[in-house]
Every structure is written in structure tokens, then in C-alpha cells.
């Protein structure tokens, strides 16, 4: 089954520099799309800290960042402010998003644009721009369940705006960071928290008997309050917690009650 992903669009950067341009910004390295169709990558603050992630797709001179819909005009303002004399032009497109989160593969029809695999993890599926609605498609929320039991963050839903260290939330695992392309903003804090090893928090998904409680519950294991849950989707809730505080534990609490837990596979 295909789920819209009404809470995203595409943003399309095209010009000669179009390429040029993004690759001394983002963390991934453009280069690649010559041989596969996909990339995950972010915009990170100069003091590495989160600011945008997207899918990146290309055709022909255009670069196609299928992104948060109600932050993209920041996105622009940001991108615009580093333009300085670059050839590069950005506008939102009227591309819809979808994913597949039926069994085998996705079903081919007229209406897709573009059709790839999800870059960040497999289990993900595909993902899909189209030039019209597909009939008979669902909510996000079954895409929204899988990607919270991978353990896999939803960009500002996850990852604070300005505060969020990337390393804390997986996004290196998730093939989101190239750290042999060259620089990129924010690129020396995020080396450091990487090689380091000084990364002592990460994600996990927790699982509630009834309504996973809201962003932000607290997390505990024993009496230590280890972290706090992020977005929810039915009984599952993503959290952020100090994974050196798991250990042997076996399971957590949460808002009164013990809960299961694991880590993502990636």
C-alpha cells in the first residue's frame, strides 16, 4: 500500500551551480548520485547542529530535496543566504510524496515521476514522487509506525532546530553523512562527535501497552531518568536516551508504566 506523505514537499535546485553549490553546504557527497538514485543528507549549522534534512534525487541539472513542507521556506532563506553569485535557482514544485509500505515491490503506474529506494535503510521501502494523487493510498500513519520501530528520526519532529547533535540520532548509520567528500558545513564538530566516540545518546523505540504518551515524557530505567520519548505513533513512541544507561536492562519506564524496548538494526 502507498502512504502520502502530505507533510513533506520537493524542492527543486536547478542552474549550472546547482550542484556546486549544494555539495560545499550538505553532508553528503552529490558525486554519488551518478550511480544511484538517491541520497540522504542534511544542512547542519557551522556548529554542527541540525537544522534540515532531505532525499536527494536528481534530473538532468535540477536536484530535487524532498523536504518538511512547513519549514521550507526557511530552507530557501537559508540555502539563499550562502548563494552569493551562484547560478542556482530554488522553487517549491507541486510533486506529491508517497511510500510504499505495502509487501513486495511498489506498483508501477503513470502517475510516478520518480521511484527509489529509500537511502537511509531498506526496511523503509520506496518512496515515490508523482504528478497526481494515487487512488486508494493511505494516511502517513502506517509509514509513520514503521519508520518509529526502526528507529529512524522524522527531522524536526526528532531532531531540535539549532540544538540537535546528528550523531545522537542515528544519521551516520543512515548513510546521511560523507565524511571523505570534503567539507561541508558544520562538518568539524560532527567529525569530532563521530571519531571520538563521545556520543552518549541515541535512539530507541519503546513500546506501550495502549496510546504511547506524548513528546517529551521522560524515560527511566531504575530511578535514573535516562532521556525522553520524541514522536508517537499508536503504542510505539521513538526516544532519545543515554544508551550507555541501558546495559543489561531489559526493559524501562515510562509515564507509570514498564515498557519493552530496542535499538534500531542500522
Not at 71 to 97: A, G, N
Request: with cysteine; glycine share 10%; hydrophobic share 40%.
Amino acid at each position: 500500500m502507498w502512504c502520502a506523505l502530505t507533510h513533506r514537499c520537493v524542492l527543486e535546485v536547478k542552474g549550472e551551480d546547482a550542484t556546486a553549490f549544494l555539495q560545499r553546504l550538505i553532508t553528503q557527497d552529490l558525486v554519488k548520485l551518478e550511480t544511484q538514485p538517491a541520497l540522504y543528507g542534511l544542512l547542519l549549522s557551522p556548529q554542527g547542529r541540525f537544522l534540515h534534512d532531505f532525499l536527494i534525487t536528481k534530473e538532468g541539472n535540477s536536484l530535487f530535496l524532498e523536504c518538511e513542507k512547513d519549514r521550507v521556506q526557511d530552507l530557501i532563506e537559508t540555502l539563499t543566504r550562502f548563494r552569493l553569485r551562484s547560478k542556482v535557482e530554488m522553487h517549491v514544485t507541486d510533486r506529491l510524496l508517497y511510500a510504499w509500505c505495502g509487501e513486495g515491490e511498489a506498483p508501477q503506474s503513470e502517475e510516478v515521476l520518480t521511484l527509489y529506494q529509500d537511502p537511509r535503510l531498506a526496511p523503509l521501502g520506496m518512496r515515490a514522487h508523482t504528478a497526481k494523487p494515487l487512488m486508494g493510498a493511505r494516511g502517513w500513519e502506517d509509514y509513520n509506525a514503521r519508520r518509529i520501530a526502526l528507529c529512524v528520526p522524522e527531522g524536526s519532529l526528532d531532531m531540535e532546530v539549532g540544538r540537535a547533535i546528528p550523531a545522537e540520532y542515528g544519521v551516520v548509520a543512515l548513510n546521511g553523512v560523507d565524511f571523505q567528500k570534503g567539507c561541508f558545513m558544520g562538518q568539524e564538530l560532527t567529525a569530532r562527535a563521530e571519531f571520538t566516540g563521545k556520543v552518549r545518546k541515541g535512539l530507541v523505540c519503546v513500546s506501550f501497552d495502549a496510546q504511547a504518551p506524548a513528546p517529551g515524557t521522560p524515560v527511566f530505567a531504575g530511578k535514573d531518568d535516562i532521556g525522553h520519548t520524541l514522536s508517537c505513533q499508536g503504542n510505539l513512541a521513538l526516544a532519545r536516551v543515554r544508551t550507555d544507561a541501558l546495559g543489561e536492562v531489559s526493559v524501562l519506564t515510562c509515564a507509570g508504566e514498564t515498557v519493552s524496548f530496542h535499538q534500531g538494526t542500522y
